[in-house]
């Protein structure tokens, strides 16, 4: 996520050693990683883990906790079969030598939003963001992202960073920064119940070409070829997509799943309600307002598009610090494969 997390204490049954066990009966055994608290963006999880399509699936998903090493390396190391990630660190980590794929696209729009307090009546453009502190982790992603959308308004492109605290909201409020990232489904979400305000960019509109979000899901490439875990992997994605359209059709009823599947984060029921009521609504899952059917497919022009742009920012890096030849190639850091034999499924 963008914003500063508070990492969850979320139960998990005991991380596997990445690779999945398949009995004799076709059962098989999943580890996921979270990215981060458990949230809307996880809830198709959830839901299929209480509505019993795992079980139907003769799959075991042990959620676990987000990691401080993050997904991605959990993932690569073997500590998680799966884990939640988005295609551009996807890229970002196979350029420095690990061997992920994406299989499972969960966002089909932006729901990145880059926002300064709304009581900052001097910030009314991404131009007016020269020269501010922009509150991050320090990305060289975001700091791309940041930077061309301040030079599309008419400035220069320059501010300084600081890093989070606990919590983004209390470093804007608190005077140390200026601006910061959000998600539109979660923190936008708490913003308009709690406050404060906030004024808000989205990077498409301001010259970042593409889709910078696309949040889903990765495996590791070897992980992957192992006896029986494509197939494995073909069951827990058929389970996790109906998971996700329940949610999509019945956003209340999914709402209170995610809220007692995931106790010990202590989640607002009330936000959690407010988030899936905004992406039912609003389509960020789908590819039209209103639908309840979620392709999970990665939109490889979209990709490109923004694979091209971090490129050319000089984002995907080497063990060495040198850029590569040529962009990271959607098509091959990426399979709908997956995602589109699940939305059959999900159709039945």
Same mark, same amino acid.
């Given at each position: 996520?963008?914003?500063?997390?508070?990492?969850?204490?979320?139960?998990?049954?005991?991380?596997?050693?990445?690779?999945?066990?398949?009995?004799?009966?076709?059962?098989?055994?999943?580890?996921?990683?979270?990215?981060?608290? @458990?949230?809307?963006?996880?809830? $198709?999880?959830?839901?299929?883990? *209480?509505?019993?399509?795992?079980? =139907?699936?003769?799959?075991?998903?042990?959620?676990?906790?987000?990691?401080?090493? $993050?997904?991605?390396?959990?993932?690569?190391?073997?500590?998680?079969?799966?884990?939640?990630? #988005?295609?551009?660190?996807?890229?970002?980590?196979?350029?420095?030598?690990?061997?992920?794929?994406?299989?499972?696209?969960?966002?089909?729009? @932006?729901?990145?939003?880059?926002?300064?307090?709304?009581?900052?009546?001097? %910030?009314?453009?991404?131009?007016?963001?020269?020269?501010?502190?922009?509150?991050?982790?320090?990305?060289?992603?975001?700091?791309?992202?940041?930077?061309?959308?301040?030079?599309? =308004?008419?400035?220069?492109?320059?501010?300084?960073?600081?890093?989070?605290?606990?919590? #983004?909201?209390?470093?804007?409020?608190?005077?140390?920064?200026?601006?910061?990232?959000?998600?539109?489904?979660?923190?936008?979400?708490?913003?308009?119940?709690?406050? @404060?305000?906030?004024?808000?960019?989205?990077?498409?509109?301001?010259?970042?070409? $593409?889709?910078?979000? *696309?949040?889903?899901?990765?495996?590791?490439?070897?992980?992957?070829?192992?006896?029986?875990? =494509?197939?494995?992997?073909?069951?827990?994605?058929?389970?996790?997509?109906?998971?996700?359209?329940?949610?999509?059709?019945?956003?209340?009823? =999914?709402?209170?799943?995610?809220?007692?599947?995931?106790?010990?984060?202590?989640?607002?029921?009330?936000?959690?309600?407010?988030?899936?009521?905004? %992406?039912?609504?609003? $389509?960020?899952?789908?590819?039209?307002?209103?639908?309840?059917?979620? @392709?999970?497919?990665?939109?490889?022009?979209?990709?490109?598009?923004?694979?091209?742009?971090?490129?050319?920012?000089?984002?995907?890096?080497?063990?060495?610090?040198? %850029?590569?030849? #040529?962009?990271?190639?959607?098509?091959?850091?990426?399979?709908?494969?997956?995602?589109?034999?699940?939305?059959?499924?999900?159709?039945?």
């Amino acid at each position: 996520m963008i914003a500063v997390p508070a990492v969850a204490a979320l139960t998990a049954c005991g991380a596997t050693s990445g690779d999945s066990s398949t009995g004799s009966e076709g059962d098989a055994d999943i580890s996921f990683m979270l990215d981060w608290t @458990p949230n809307t963006n996880h809830i $198709g999880l959830y839901v299929a883990q *209480q509505l019993g399509y795992y079980s =139907a699936e003769h799959v075991s998903v042990d959620i676990l906790p987000t990691a401080q090493a $993050g997904a991605e390396t959990s993932v690569e190391n073997g500590v998680a079969d799966i884990g939640f990630t #988005t295609l551009s660190n996807v890229a970002a980590f196979n350029a420095q030598g690990s061997s992920l794929k994406f299989v499972f696209d969960l966002t089909q729009k @932006p729901v990145a939003r880059w926002c300064s307090l709304a009581s900052r009546t001097d %910030i009314k453009t991404p131009k007016d963001l020269d020269g501010k502190t922009f509150v991050s982790f320090g990305s060289a992603e975001q700091t791309a992202v940041v930077r061309q959308m301040i030079k599309s =308004a008419g400035g220069t492109g320059k501010f300084q960073t600081a890093t989070a605290g606990t919590n #983004t909201f209390d470093t804007l409020t608190s005077g140390k920064g200026d601006f910061g990232g959000f998600y539109v489904t979660w923190e936008n979400v708490e913003s308009e119940l709690n406050g @404060p305000a906030l004024n808000c960019f989205v990077a498409s509109d301001w010259g970042v070409p $593409g889709n910078p979000d *696309q949040l889903g899901f990765a495996v590791k490439r070897s992980w992957l070829a192992r006896k029986g875990n =494509a197939k494995a992997l073909q069951r827990f994605l058929d389970a996790t997509m109906k998971g996700y359209d329940y949610a999509l059709k019945h956003p209340d009823k =999914a709402a209170d799943m995610l809220v007692s599947g995931a106790k010990e984060a202590n989640l607002s029921s009330k936000l959690v309600h407010r988030s899936m009521e905004k %992406i039912a609504s609003q $389509g960020y899952w789908t590819t039209s307002k209103g639908s309840t059917t979620l @392709p999970g497919t990665t939109n490889m022009a979209q990709a490109q598009e923004y694979l091209e742009f971090q490129y050319k920012a000089g984002t995907y890096k080497d063990s060495q610090g040198k %850029i590569g030849r #040529t962009a990271p190639k959607a098509t091959k850091l990426a399979s709908n494969e997956y995602a589109k034999a699940a939305a059959k499924v999900a159709e039945q």
